[in-house]
């Protein structure tokens, strides 16, 4: 999201050889779409269909469509989609995809139209939780939970930051803004762009957060950021002695595949640990026994709190379907024994990734096959193994109409999760999330009954406006956006306040109330910071 999307990463080796005769456009279109380059495709496509306008293929629209999918640019192909969907002869699946476009819009009523025609045609079980969670969104979004929302500014950049997780003296995260002067001796940078979304490569960077407000962003170790592919994401053990990272060996041989005389391959995710030596530097990293790179990619590893279990995340055969969540025990010789898939319980027909295990050992993983709000979800359940409750989605403003993902939660009491929602600095950001002592889904009140509507004022671009409810003792954060309507509905007989956060911690706060309102009685307003009332001066000389 965002990030290389999902844990089936494909990293292409390239040898472009196009001879003496040069390749027609659309020729070069469908090979950069034949090996999943989709930025470079979706930019050929668009070549092709502003020269052919209505003679536009209908396979190129789809591919158009696809490409932008593909690397999670939303809006452009729910664009391409809706032109395709106008096409007698456009793939069924197209409207099913569109929909999921419009649901990562957060175009909640449009998105379960598209999914209600696409059911129509014999698909409704494969739309049904889409359909679920387009009419849950609308609801959670009118009662968001008690948390409070934060985007870690110092460590986000214009790109995409993630992954993010405690390390002694700060914290250790995945980027892929190239910061070039930080690398160490031995750690390496690919000169190319990964082609799925024409961006740089991830590595993983420590961020020094305790000093005076301020953050130092180094290279985390060479003994991690050796490939020239992507790095990260990693978690730890407790004592931070071993690290189990995902990344993609540059040294593997890939066969290669050669079409319209250009030849290339594909190289899937693989898990490693590295072990701190008695020198306490990390050691050289050890392969994951159950690697498979050349059937399926496996990373997104964490460990269970007493060490025994590893659960991770591949799509090895055998699984729910897609990318599921696995896991591995410990045997008494120490080695990691055969993987077993946690089960229908937490794993769906389509995406589980990004396991992460809590201090009280219940799992957080995000998903794209249970009821949610748009790409990647957040849901929590308890249990291990694979005997688990049912998982519960965490909710607005936790989870977004985007992708929502990799949330970690500390004895330390930090918790970070990563989005591409709006607002955020970067195609995905890092957030950090502060929850009541104990994570509940807040219920709806019976007295909810007041429909809300603010409008955000343009002085408060980017402010955290947080909407408090002080009879309840809770509250709700939004990103202020200008012309933002920030619609959610309150309590009867209740007293508000709109506190307004700006970047430099200078606050504003208005009060507003719905005492003496009937049920159903709208109440709207300008959410803008409190005019400041100028003293007049008397005239005269003041005798």
């Known amino acids: ?67 932008y999918r593909m690397y999670n640019q939303y809006q452009r192909s729910a664009d391409w989609y809706s032109k395709l969907l106008a096409r007698p002869d456009a793939p069924p699946d197209a409207r099913l995809y569109y929909g999921d476009m419009l649901k990562c819009l957060g175009k909640y009523a ?38 409070y929302i934060r985007n870690v500014e110092r460590l986000n950049t214009a790109k995409s930051d993630w992954g993010a997780t405690s390390y002694p ?11 070039r002067h930080q690398l160490r001796k031995g750690s390496r940078f690919n000169r190319n762009k990964y082609g799925r979304n024409n961006r740089e490569y991830y590595k993983l960077y420590e961020g020094d957060t305790a000093n005076y407000g301020n953050v130092y962003i180094n290279d985390f170790s060479p003994a991690f950021n050796w490939s020239r592919y992507h790095v990260g994401p990693v978690s730890f053990d407790k004592q931070y002695q071993v690290a189990y990272v995902t990344m993609t060996n540059p040294n593997r041989h890939v ?103 809590a201090p009280d050992g219940s799992l957080y993983f995000a998903s794209k096959g249970w009821p949610g709000m748009g790409g990647f979800d957040i849901f929590h359940a308890s249990g291990s193994k694979n005997q ?42 890092i957030y950090s999330i502060t929850t009541p002592e104990t994570f509940t889904i ?48 309150l309590e009867k007989e209740t007293d508000y306040v709109i506190r307004m956060t700006y970047a430099g911690e200078r606050r504003d706060s208005v009060e507003l109330n719905t005492r003496g309102m009937k049920d159903g009685e709208l109440l709207r307003k300008d959410i803008c910071p409190p005019k400041k009332v100028e003293s007049i001066k008397p005239k005269g000389n003041g005798h």
């Open 169 to 179: 003296g700060g914290v250790v995260f995945m980027s892929d803004t190239l910061y």
């Open 255 to 357: 066969p290669g595949v050669k079409e319209h005389r250009v030849k290339y391959g594909l190289r899937r995710l693989e898990l490693y640990a590295v072990e701190k030596d008695r020198s306490g530097k990390w050691a050289k990293p050890v392969p994951f026994a159950y690697n498979k790179p050349e059937a399926y990619s496996l990373g997104h590893a964490v460990l269970s709190n007493d060490g025994n279990t590893l659960y991770f995340a591949s799509d090895m055969p055998g699984g729910q379907g897609g990318t599921d969540i696995w896991y591995s025990e410990r045997q008494t010789d120490g080695k990691w024994g055969t993987p077993v898939n946690c089960g229908p319980a937490i794993n769906t027909p389509d995406e589980e990734e990004f396991p992460s295990i």
């Open 110 to 147: 449009e998105a379960k139209a598209a999914y209600t025609q696409y059911a129509s045609s014999g698909n409704a079980d494969r739309v049904k939780n889409r359909i679920a969670g387009c009419d849950a969104a609308v609801e959670w979004m009118q009662s968001p939970t008690a948390v």
């Open 388 to 429: 688990w409750s049912a998982p519960e989605n965490l909710r607005y403003p936790t989870n977004s109409p985007g992708d929502d993902f990799y949330f970690v939660t500390n004895t330390n009491g930090n918790t970070w999760f990563a989005s591409n929602r709006d607002g955020g600095k970067g195609s995905d950001d």
């Open 442 to 489: 807040t219920k709806v009140p019976v007295a909810l009954v007041i429909p809300f509507i603010g409008k955000v004022c343009p002085s408060l671009d980017g402010a955290c406006i947080y909407i408090y409810n002080r009879q309840r003792g809770i509250g709700w954060c939004f990103i202020g956006t200008p012309g933002r309507e920030i619609t959610m509905t």
């Open 1 to 67: 999201m965002k990030r290389y999307p999902g844990i089936i990463l494909l990293v292409l080796c390239v040898q472009l050889a196009w001879g003496q005769e040069q390749l027609s456009l659309e020729k070069q279109a469908a090979i950069y779409y034949a090996r999943y380059d989709y930025a470079r495709a979706a930019s050929m496509y668009e070549r092709i269909a502003a020269k052919r306008k209505e003679k536009t293929s209908t396979q190129v629209l789809e591919r158009l469509a696809d490409s």
